[in-house]
C-alpha cells in the first residue's frame, strides 16, 4: 500500500550533516522529514575527534551537553619502542578565550555524536525514520515529489525541497547526475576495530606500535567504556584479518606482545 503526505524539507540521510540540518530547520518551525535506510543508527566509532568550532555549533544547536557528557579530553599519545612507553602529547591543552570557548579537541565515538543529534531533534518534535529508503524522486520546479519504501509499504512525499545527506554513494547524488570527483587510493588502507582487550592495556595513553614503512598499530581508549578503536595500518598487498583470531595474530605479530588479545568485538 502507497500513501501520500507532504512537508517542506526532506532530508535523505541522518548522519550528522543531515541531523545538523534537521534541527536547524525544525528550531525554525520548518516541517522536516529525516529518513535513513539503515535499520538503526550507526554502532561504529568512525571519527571520534570533533573540533573545537564545530563544539560551537553543537552548542548553537543545543546537543552540546550529551556530547560534552559522552567524551573527554584526548589523553597524551603513548609511544612504544621496544620496552619502552614514551609519553608523547600530540594536543596541547588550549586556552579558553571569549573567541574560543572551546580551546580543545573532543574525544566521543561518531556514534555518540550521531545519538547526541537525534535526541535534539526528537526535543524539537522529529523523529529519524530509520528503514526508510528513497527509491526514486521527480523535480517539478516548485516542489519535489519522492518515493521512499519502508518494511510496511511505500509512500509517496511532496516535499518543497529535497536534501541529500547521504554520503559518499549518495542516491539523490546519483538520480540528479551530480560527479563526485576524486579518487580512493588502495594501496594505503587502515583495519579499525572496536573492541575491548585483556593484557592490561593502560587506558591513560592513545597506544601507537610504529613500524616500518609506516606501518603502525594503534588503540586509542574510548571513553565511559572499557574499548578501544584499534587501528591497524596494512601493507599495499596486505590481505585483512577477517577475524578475532587473525586479527589477534596480526596485533600480537606487530607488537610483540602476546597478552594483547582482543575481545568484545563492537564494530
Known sequence: MTTT?????LIIGAGPAGTALAIDLARRGMAVRLIDKAPHAFDGSRAKGVQPRTLEVLEDLGALPDVINQG????????????????YRAMAKGKRSADVPYPDTWLIP???????????FET?????EF???????????????????TAD?????????LVGA???????????????????????????????????????????????????????????????QWMIRLAPD?????????????????TRNKQLALRDIQW
Not at 573527554?72 to 609519553?87: A, D, E, K, S
Open 124 to 128: 524539537l518534535g522529529g523523529r529519524v
Open 131 to 149: 528503514g526508510t529508503e528513497l527509491t526514486e524522486f521527480t523535480d517539478h520546479g516548485a516542489h519535489v515529489t519522492a518515493r521512499v519504501t
Open 238 to 254: 596486505e590481505q585483512p584479518p577477517q577475524d578475532l583470531a587473525q586479527i589477534n595474530a596480526r596485533i600480537q605479530a606487530h
Open 5 to 9: 503526505s507532504t512537508t517542506d524539507v
Open 72 to 87: 573527554t579530553l584526548y589523553p597524551p599519545m603513548g609511544i612504544h619502542l621496544g620496552p619502552l612507553t614514551i609519553p
Open 166 to 228: 547521504d554520503g559518499g554513494a549518495s542516491r539523490v547524488r546519483k538520480i540528479v547526475g551530480v560527479e563526485f570527483s576524486g579518487s580512493t587510493d588502495e594501496a594505503d588502507r587502515i583495519l579499525i576495530v572496536d573492541a575491548a582487550v585483556s593484557g592490561g592495556l593502560s587506558r591513560k595513553y592513545w597506544h601507537v606500535w610504529p613500524g616500518v614503512k609506516g606501518r603502525f598499530v594503534g588503540a586509542c581508549p574510548l571513553p565511559h567504556s572499557d574499548t578501544f
Open 110 to 120: 561518531q556514534y555518540r555524536t550521531d545519538r547526541a543529534l537525534h535526541a535534539r
Open 153 to 161: 509499504g511505500g509512500e509517496d512525499i511532496t516535499a518543497r525541497y
